[in-house]
């Protein structure tokens, strides 16, 4: 084998790793762009008629969430899920009638269901009529014990968890 053989036979080696490692960086670089990130917020509004609750589920990612499981907890237990909404029984069955309210709307996930990057959902309101400022702390305290648990990935197959109380023993009951 001459010396120009083995310095083409070593340009080519090269050739092939740079491109190697640039499909890979491309291939890492597209997973990143599109992992999604679910997050929660609560909102209370208060008005002369009442109190109005609401809890909201954004993808604040760079990609479309799809939700595998969407699990509700009552007392650090799995709630079941029956033939009826699921939301709505959680809050039936949690508040009982310990004060007068309303649901004005609650929101399911339904099986592999998505939530774009951007896109926020409204999972439950609840409107307490006669309800005042000074009344949101007890209102809020009746919500303790309600948790809820989002299992999702991004279109890479990459896994992630939402849960509103981070506890690992919840992985067994899913």
């Known amino acids: ?5 083995i310095i083409s036979l070593l340009i080519a080696l090269c050739a092939i790793l740079l491109t190697a490692y640039g499909l890979h960086a491309t291939r890492r670089h597209n997973r990143l762009s599109v992992t999604p990130h679910l997050n929660g917020c609560s909102n209370i509004l ?4 009442g109190l109005t609750f609401s809890y909201e589920i954004g993808n604040n990612g760079i990609g479309p969430a799809r939700i595998k499981k969407f699990l509700l907890f009552q007392d650090g ?3 079941p899920k029956g033939n009826d909404d699921y939301v709505e029984s959680l809050i039936r069955e949690h508040l009982g009638d310990r004060l ?3 649901i004005r709307h609650n929101f399911n996930f339904g099986k592999d ?4 990057a ?3 959902c409204r999972i439950v309101e609840i409107f307490f ?3 005042k400022s000074q009344d949101k702390e007890k209102i809020l ?4 014990g309600m948790d809820l648990r989002i299992e999702y990935e991004s279109f890479y197959g990459q896994k992630f968890v939402f849960d509103t109380e981070n506890k690992m023993d919840r992985d067994k009951l899913a």
Not at 1 to 5: A, E, F, K, L
Not at 46 to 49: A, G, K, R, V, Y
Not at 113 to 116: G, P, Q, Y
């Open 118 to 120: 951007g896109d926020t």
């Open 1 to 5: 084998m001459t010396t120009s053989n």
């Open 100 to 102: 007068n309210y309303q």
């Open 113 to 116: 269901a998505s939530l774009k």
């Open 141 to 144: 305290k009746i919500f303790v």
């Open 46 to 49: 208060t008005t002369d008629e």
């Open 129 to 131: 009529p006669g309800a």
């Open 77 to 79: 237990k799995l709630f």
